[in-house]
């Protein structure tokens, strides 16, 4: 199973970006998909993550501001992110629990700055 990242990039503050990351290989089904962040020296953080059933789980700083959503036919992982502020730069993983084990994606910049 191979998680592909997308979406990243220099944006200023208040502005918006799109993160996808599609996951592909032997997959009867994923559980829950999510977006973690991590930035120069800091622990990588949970960012949003979303179940099956679409039930969502944000974190505080980006509550009312990213969006996370899934499409299951494509086994892909969206998060929309606006109104972006300095301290969201960071790289971005995507994650996914499949059965029992979490696949992780190769990671995007996301750099938000004037």
């Known amino acids: 199973v191979q998680l592909q990242a997308s979406g990243g990039g220099l944006v200023q503050p208040g502005g918006s970006l799109r993160l996808s990351c599609a996951a592909s290989g032997s997959i009867f089904s994923i559980n829950v998909m999510g977006w973690y962040r991590q930035a120069p020296g800091k622990q990588r953080e949970l960012v949003a993550a979303i179940g099956t059933s679409g039930s969502t789980n944000y974190a505080d700083s980006v509550k009312g501001r990213f969006t996370i959503s899934r499409d299951n036919a494509k086994n892909t992982v969206y998060l929309q992110m606006t109104s972006l502020k300095p301290e969201d730069t960071a790289v971005y993983y995507c994650?996914?629990?499949?059965?029992?084990?979490?696949?992780w994606g190769q990671g995007t910049q996301v750099t938000v700055s004037s």
């Open positions: 994650n996914a629990k499949i059965g029992v084990r979490i696949y």
